[in-house]
């Protein structure tokens, strides 16, 4: 059985005019019967895609575009165009003919033989005569011969002129002249050689005739000077340059020869290279060069290259190339001689389906080929047909006998046939296109490329269906792919990553890489990756979410406020940084509590004590040791205070009336932030407060230490001698207890200020009565309002006069160690604990060595009876005044008095 | 005739005296002047009389002042006494028989610091709850037991110059055994005074460490092969210096410079010189009587008096002297027994007791010395050796060099250890040439007297000098009126006066020049009336006018 399909238009090949494409070709069963089936097939209008140069009309593809807009024949009145489809044909306007449309149809030139190129003029009233006017480069009767010399190749005032049956041209030199174009010289000046130097010579350089001057002279201007002077009879053969002179002579000018050096060695003055001398001093002399002359080959020998036979000719060379000669031959004759002869072109015939016809300029042939037939030869017959080029395609015939189609767009092959369904109406928007044939009708496949679905490739895929995104992070579909929008914390391509936090990074501030944002302070702690975030797990001493925070720190906070107090952290932490600081931020704790909660926390006098002596009798520690309490050095013990009823006295000098003390200081019970370890010992009057920076001395553990102590009193008058205080009543404010002293005065002036400044007074020192103590929140208040405002002793406001009695003590001291074996460690169990417990216990010694003290007491430097004693001796001796003479004087004045009175009344 | 006499001359003295207000009393021209003028006599003279008081009793308090002086010049270097704190070798104690009875306490003593008691006989057991008790009861019974030893049988027990005293120099020059006093101390054993012998004349012309004494000193609390050699009841390792004048008591046990070993100690010392005013103006004497005098040997000083009246007390209440202190001829020492030791106990400080023991300031009368130099020192520590230094040494009596030739160490570094924990240094230096001379004299004298006196007296009275001899002068005067019975005139009479030819001329002269005065005052009169009448007619005309 059989498929036939049939075209429902007369239009190739779909039915759409000037061969347009159909985008989608229709079928339609038209018949079927046992044998055969026919099918009609055809194209709706709307779907003709044009070719180029074919545009929409009233019918889809119908109206070809202008292609002669601009003239591409010529002139439009000698000239006739037509548009095709992507191209155009000339054709002569009515009543013209030839190549350029120029000659009148029925004139002589209409059929002319002139060459190409030149003109036809014809002869008036006749049809048959002309006359070929030819170009410069043309000649003949039609202008058929070429005129080689119109380029005039030859140089150097050579002649040219064609020789050979005018086949060749030839340049006839001048003298001195040779080569192919007279390009060579004849003749070569070799160079001079350079002699010795001259002296100069005035005489005969004066009286010389050939010579001139030039500022760049140079030895070989010299010698081409010496070869234009020359004739035949006499040659110039010496050349004396002195400076820019040149001298030529037959003989040497100068003879008196000297040395190179200094004037000799002038350079001259167009090439430093050279020599030249110096004119009035040296001379340099040159031998001049020689004329050497190529001979003439052609000249020698007559026979060179068949001249006398007519075959060639001969033309003169250099002695250096091809022996001196070249040789040009007639167009029958060949090779180097001209000796090999060569037949004519058009013998035999090499058209093959033509005539052969000759040019005898050059001995070459051309085909004039019959009808039907093409190439060099004329061995190929035509084969471009109407039917040769299908759907529009220009035929065209090649050398080879074959054609080649020039297909419109669209159509390829070999006789334009094949159709790319794929190469119109883009029928695959995002994927690769493959056609297929089935019969007439051509369609396509579209494989799509990734990230395009449909038909036509025209859906873009939704990668976010399913949702690749993981942790609810947002899916943005893209071009093959997607985008997810992770949340905080969330990393990957698919959001499937958590983004570790626990990483190491470096701390400016401590200078060195931290393992983890936990371990910045907590070396123990574990870091536990989480969404946006992180968990710590922290080591024993550090607490808070990032381990930062000291467990001491945070049970203090705990403790005073009950909760973690976030401006005190940073506090603290300086705390731990610096523990010097903390000496000075502790009172701001304690002094919170009360005397008893303090006394509470400190030591008791069993716990420092083994034993304390005066006068080598040993004391109670209950009844001679008075336990008090300060808010910085925590619980003291005095002995011999002043609350205690008894008063002890020096009754005797040296160590054995002194006090002596056997004491531990207990640092395993040490705060961590102390630095050293001693007794502190005060040495001051009975009624003397001692406060926290009192002048102490340390007594140093497994040892003795001996402090010897001198006492000075002084003693200040006031009233009109100065200003003194008797009592603490006598100023503002004071409230420390005891006796007046300038610095408990100092002190209260200090907490006045604090009070003022931070509302609230330092727990350092005592406080007013009804005053509340600063916290550790307050401590920087304290400090900086401390630090503004200086010492108190330069305020105006405090007023703080020294005591009118009292009493200072002055030191020397001596220290010597326990023995490195005590009688208790040897006869001890555990030699090394006994030791280590002995060297923490010391001794002190405090010995008055003099009972005798000094005293310094102001006396007033004149009193009433020595100013009455000092007053009645200087008037004595200097005007015998005394008492009695100021009355007198007085008498005086009285009677004056009583004489002028009278004198008024009358 | 007679009181008419003596009134003429008071009249006549008082016209002359130079006495204030006698004049005027004299000359007084009514009653009442003349009363006020004597009563401002009697209150000047009551105002004189009551500074003179108070000068009289200002005198005779006889105040005193301290003259300051600061002194540059050339010092003798003061007596530098080193001793050990240990006094005596145990290795010798322990095995030397003379020494029994010391070795016998110290085992006691060892025994009864762990809590095994015995019955002692010097009552160690009595204390066993106080350590202080113990060890003060210990250290009494060991100077008790070395007193009854004699200083012959104590040698082999005592550090010589060469066990104490490895180096020795005085400004960088090399001293030795002869420039030092050898004497045995009761608490310390022998002692090394160095500058002690008058022979010898070491003094320093600049000041500075450099130039002053250097000693390298080794106590030897463990020795060479390792073996304690400190007495038990020692508690310190080191030495017991002392920094004196020439002649004064080195009173060690009571002051005292403590250097410990492993330490260089460098004491500098300034001199302060006191002189005092005897009796009246102060108290100072220059020695006790022979009779109570116990340190006879050594310059008077404070301390040498509270110690005899502490020795004279503790032999009036124990019957037995107390050999930490100097001895009398006819004293007898304590016993090392218990009752002699509780004896001494008794007599330590007890003030608060209802009977507490003697007051030395207040039952010793003593007195301040008129002449004492006073050395204050200045301690300050290094250490020593260094740990890259070598104890090197000139003296092969001793321990020796840190060499690897000395054969009583294996090895350098043992050498290096020991004497850290044996050796020390001391340096004692002058601070400085000059030095504080506090010169006690006479506040008010004599010439103060009379000049506040002449002030006093000129002020009020007006008297001086002349006027005491006016006053004499009267005196004598009046003694020859008495003496002839009032014959001799001074002057003439009254009557005589005017009965003498020159006064009557006089008053003829006077009378004439009264007549002419008058007639002048009648012309001044009236050329007074003239000028009147010219103004008169001055005016008539003005009036025409």
């Given at each position: 059985q059989t498929i036939e399909y049939v075209a429902a238009s007369p239009n190739p090949p779909h039915g759409c005019p000037n061969y347009g494409l159909c985008t989608d070709v229709t079928t339609t069963l038209v018949s079927s019967t046992n044998v055969s089936t026919t099918y009609k097939y055809g194209c709706a209008p709307e779907n003709c895609y044009c070719v180029d140069g074919t545009t929409n009309g009233t019918e889809p593809c119908d109206t070809i575009v202008d292609q002669c807009g601009n003239d591409p024949c010529g002139t439009p009145d000698k000239f006739n165009c037509t548009s095709k489809i992507e191209s155009y044909d000339c054709t002569c306007q009515a009543g013209f003919t030839g190549e350029k449309c120029d000659s009148e149809i029925g004139s002589a030139c209409a059929t002319s033989q002139c060459r190409e190129g030149s003109t036809c003029e014809a002869s008036d009233n006749s049809t048959t005569g002309y006359t070929c006017r030819c170009t410069d480069k043309q000649y003949g009767t039609y202008c058929e011969n070429d005129n080689l010399c119109a380029d005039w190749p030859c140089q150097n005032g050579g002649t040219c002129s064609m020789v050979l049956s005018n086949s060749n041209w030839i340049c006839n030199c001048t003298e001195g002249w040779q080569g192919r174009r007279c390009e060579t010289k004849n003749s070569v000046l070799s160079s001079p050689v350079m002699g010795k130097c001259y002296k100069y010579d005035y005489v005969k350089i004066g009286t010389h005739q050939t010579k001139y001057k030039d500022d760049k002279m140079t030895s070989d201007k010299c010698n081409e000077y010496a070869q234009e002077k020359s004739t035949d009879d006499k040659t110039l053969k010496y050349l004396t340059l002195c400076g820019e002179w040149c001298m030529v002579s037959e003989d040497m000018l100068v003879k008196d020869d000297v040395s190179m050096k200094d004037d000799c060695k002038k350079s001259c003055g167009g090439d430093s290279s050279e020599y030249c001398g110096k004119v009035n001093s040296r001379c340099i002399v040159y031998e001049a060069g020689e004329m050497e002359t190529d001979p003439n080959a052609c000249e020698d020998n007559s026979t060179l290259c068949g001249a006398e036979l007519g075959h060639g000719m001969c033309i003169n060379w250099q002695s250096d190339v091809t022996d001196g000669f070249a040789c040009i031959c007639e167009p029958l004759w060949t090779g180097p001689d001209c000796e090999n002869p060569v037949a004519s072109a058009c013998t035999p015939n090499p058209c093959v389906n033509g005539t052969c016809v000759l040019n005898e300029q050059y001995n070459k042939y051309k085909c004039d080929c019959d009808d039907g037939f093409s190439g060099d030869n004329c061995e190929y017959s035509k084969t471009c047909t109407a039917a040769t080029c299908l759907y529009g395609g220009t035929c065209t015939e090649t050398n080879n006998g074959g054609f080649k189609c020039d297909c419109l767009n669209l159509y390829s092959g070999n006789r334009c046939e094949e159709i790319n369904r794929c190469?119109?109406?883009?029928?695959?928007?995002?994927?690769?296109?493959?056609?297929?044939?089935?019969?007439?009708?051509?369609?396509?496949?579209?494989?799509?490329?990734?990230?395009?679905?449909?038909?036509?490739?025209?859906?873009?895929?939704?990668?976010?269906?399913?949702?690749?995104?993981?942790?609810?992070?947002?899916?943005?579909?893209?071009?093959?792919?997607?985008?997810?929008?992770?949340?905080?914390?969330?990393?990957?391509?698919?959001?499937?990553?958590?983004?570790?936090?626990?990483?190491?990074?470096?701390?400016?501030?401590?200078?060195?890489?931290?393992?983890?944002?936990?371990?910045?302070?907590?070396?123990?702690?574990?870091?536990?990756?989480?969404?946006?975030?992180?968990?710590?797990?922290?080591?024993?001493?550090?607490t808070d979410t990032l381990c930062d925070l000291n467990v001491l720190i945070k049970d203090v906070l705990m403790a005073i406020y009950g909760h973690v107090d976030l401006t005190m952290i940073t506090l603290l932490n300086d705390l731990m940084q610096n523990p010097s600081q903390i000496k000075d931020m502790v009172p701001f704790i304690t002094g919170l509590l009360t005397d008893s909660e303090r006394s509470d926390l400190s030591w008791d006098a069993g716990d420092l004590f083994n034993w304390i002596a005066f006068e080598d009798q040993r004391l109670d520690l209950n009844r001679d040791i008075h336990k008090w309490n300060d808010v910085v050095l925590g619980n003291c013990f005095t002995f011999n205070h002043r609350d205690r009823n008894f008063t002890y006295l020096m009754r005797r000098p040296g160590r054995h009336g002194g006090i002596q003390a056997f004491m531990k200081t207990r640092q395993d019970e040490y705060a961590p932030w102390y630095d050293t370890a001693a007794i502190n010992v005060f040495i001051h009057n009975r009624d003397d407060y001692v406060f926290s920076e009192s002048v102490r001395y340390n007594a140093q553990p497994n040892a003795q230490s001996t402090i010897n102590i001198f006492m000075t009193r002084y003693t200040r008058l006031g009233g009109n001698y100065g200003k003194c205080i008797k009592k603490p009543s006598e100023v503002k404010n004071y409230y420390y207890p005891g006796a007046y002293t300038t610095d408990g005065c100092l002190r209260t002036c200090y907490q006045d200020r604090m009070k003022e400044e931070c509302n609230c007074m330092d727990p350092r020192y005592p406080q007013a009565p009804n005053s509340t103590s600063c916290q550790l929140s307050e401590r920087s208040c304290v400090t900086e309002a401390s630090e503004a405002a200086g010492d108190p002793s330069t305020w105006s406001s405090c007023v703080c006069p020294l005591p009118c009695s009292n009493q200072e003590y002055s030191v020397t001291w001596s220290k010597a160690n326990f023995v490195n074996l005590p009688i208790t460690c040897e006869k001890s169990s555990d030699v090394a604990t006994c030791q280590k417990q002995y060297k923490d216990q010391l001794m002190v010694s405090i010995i008055l060595p003099q009972l005798d003290f000094k005293i310094y007491a102001e006396t007033p430097a004149m009193d009433f009876n020595k100013f009455l004693s000092q007053l009645g001796g200087q008037l004595g001796v200097l005007m015998g005044i005394n008492v009695v003479t100021f009355i007198e004087v007085v008498f005086l004045f009285f009677g004056m008095f009583m004489v002028l009175c009278q004198k008024y009344e009358k | 005739m007679r009181g008419g006499g003596f009134v003429q001359i008071f009249k006549d003295f008082s016209n002359w005296s130079t006495v204030a207000v006698v004049p005027h009393v004299a000359n007084a021209n009514n009653k009442i002047s003349r009363i006020f003028w004597i009563a401002i006599f009697l209150f000047v003279l009551g105002m004189f009389a009551y500074e003179l008081y108070i000068l009289i009793a200002k005198f005779f308090s006889y105040p005193a002042t301290v003259n300051t002086e600061i002194l540059f010049e050339k010092q003798i270097f003061?007596?530098?006494?080193?001793?050990?704190?240990?006094?005596?070798?145990?290795?010798?104690?322990?095995?030397?028989?003379?020494?029994?009875?010391?070795?016998?306490?110290?085992?006691?003593?060892?025994?009864?610091?762990?809590?095994?008691?015995?019955?002692?006989?010097?009552?160690?057991?009595?204390?066993?709850?106080?350590?202080?008790?113990?060890?003060?009861?210990?250290?009494?019974?060991?100077?008790?037991?070395?007193?009854?030893?004699?200083?012959?049988?104590?040698?082999?027990?005592?550090?010589?110059?060469?066990?104490?005293?490895?180096?020795?120099?005085?400004?960088?020059?090399?001293?030795?055994?002869?420039?030092?006093?050898?004497?045995?101390?009761?608490?310390?054993?022998?002692?090394?005074?160095?500058?002690?012998?008058?022979?010898?004349?070491?003094?320093?012309?600049?000041?500075?460490?450099?130039?002053?004494?250097?000693?390298?000193?080794?106590?030897?609390?463990?020795?060479?092969?390792?073996?304690?050699?400190?007495?038990?009841?020692?508690?310190?390792?080191?030495?017991?210096?002392?920094?004196?004048?020439?002649?004064?008591?080195?009173?060690?046990?009571?002051?005292?410079?403590?250097?410990?070993?492993?330490?260089?100690?460098?004491?500098?010392?300034?001199?302060?010189?006191?002189?005092?005013?005897?009796?009246?103006?102060?108290?100072?004497?220059?020695?006790?009587?022979?009779?109570?005098?116990?340190?006879?040997?050594?310059?008077?000083?404070?301390?040498?008096?509270?110690?005899?009246?502490?020795?004279?007390?503790?032999?009036?209440?124990?019957?037995?002297?107390?050999?930490?202190?100097?001895?009398?001829?006819?004293?007898?020492?304590?016993?090392?027994?218990?009752?002699?030791?509780?004896?001494?106990?008794?007599?330590?400080?007890?003030?608060?007791?209802?009977?507490?023991?003697?007051?030395?300031?207040?039952?010793?009368?003593?007195n301040p010395p008129c002449d004492e130099s006073t050395y204050t020192p200045t301690v300050s520590l290094a250490q020593f050796p260094s740990t890259s230094y070598y104890v090197a040494t000139s003296s092969t009596a001793g321990v020796g060099s840190c060499s690897s030739t000395n054969s009583k160490f294996s090895s350098k570094s043992d050498c290096q250890k020991w004497y850290n924990n044996n050796g020390m240094i001391i340096q004692v230096f002058l601070e400085t040439l000059s030095y504080e001379l506090y010169t006690e004299t006479a506040g008010y004298t004599v010439s103060n007297v009379i000049n506040d006196l002449g002030g006093q007296a000129g002020l009020w009275l007006g008297l001086s000098v002349i006027s005491v001899v006016e006053m004499t002068g009267l005196m004598l005067v009046m003694g020859a009126f008495c003496v002839t019975g009032g014959a001799i005139k001074m002057a003439p009479d009254d009557d005589e006066i005017e009965n003498d030819h020159r006064i009557k001329d006089v008053e003829d002269v006077k009378k004439e020049i009264d007549h002419l005065e008058k007639k002048h005052g009648e012309m001044e009169s009236g050329s007074d009336g003239e000028v009147d009448d010219i103004e008169n007619k001055g005016d008539e005309e003005k009036k025409k006018k």
């Open positions: 190469n119109y109406g883009d029928p695959c928007v995002n994927g690769k296109c493959e056609t297929t044939v089935d019969g007439i009708t051509t369609n396509y496949t579209c494989t799509c490329d990734d990230g395009w679905t449909g038909a036509n490739c025209e859906t873009m895929i939704d990668f976010c269906t399913p949702d690749p995104c993981k942790y609810n992070s947002t899916c943005t579909p893209k071009f093959k792919g997607y985008d997810c929008t992770c949340l905080t914390g969330l990393t990957g391509a698919n959001c499937s990553e958590i983004i570790d936090l626990c990483v190491p990074y470096w701390d400016n501030e401590a200078w060195k890489w931290i393992k983890s944002p936990c371990n910045s302070k907590d070396d123990m702690a574990n870091c536990t990756k989480k969404i946006n975030g992180f968990t710590c797990s922290c080591g024993e001493k550090w | 003061p007596v530098v006494t080193v001793c050990n704190m240990n006094p005596y070798k145990y290795s010798v104690v322990k095995s030397n028989s003379a020494f029994s009875s010391v070795n016998t306490l110290m085992t006691t003593y060892s025994d009864a610091t762990v809590g095994t008691f015995s019955t002692d006989k010097w009552g160690l057991y009595a204390d066993n709850d106080e350590t202080y008790d113990l060890d003060s009861r210990a250290a009494d019974a060991l100077v008790l037991e070395a007193n009854l030893i004699s200083d012959t049988a104590k040698v082999p027990a005592l550090y010589t110059y060469a066990d104490l005293i490895q180096d020795c120099s005085f400004a960088g020059i090399p001293c030795s055994e002869s420039d030092f006093t050898k004497f045995i101390d009761p608490v310390y054993g022998a002692c090394y005074s160095f500058n002690e012998d008058a022979s010898l004349n070491y003094s320093v012309s600049r000041e500075g460490i450099q130039f002053g004494l250097k000693l390298m000193l080794t106590v030897t609390q463990t020795k060479t092969n390792g073996n304690t050699d400190s007495l038990p009841t020692t508690k310190l390792a080191g030495a017991r210096i002392g920094v004196n004048s020439r002649g004064s008591s080195p009173g060690l046990d009571s002051n005292g410079i403590d250097a410990g070993v492993g330490y260089e100690s460098a004491v500098s010392v300034s001199l302060t010189q006191n002189v005092r005013a005897k009796k009246p103006y102060g108290t100072c004497v220059d020695r006790e009587p022979d009779s109570s005098d116990y340190y006879k040997d050594f310059i008077y000083t404070l301390e040498t008096c509270f110690n005899g009246c502490k020795q004279r007390d503790t032999i009036a209440k124990c019957q037995c002297a107390n050999p930490r202190l100097a001895l009398g001829s006819t004293d007898t020492a304590c016993q090392p027994i218990k009752a002699d030791l509780d004896c001494l106990q008794t007599l330590k400080g007890n003030q608060t007791s209802s009977t507490p023991n003697i007051d030395l300031l207040v039952e010793c009368n003593c």
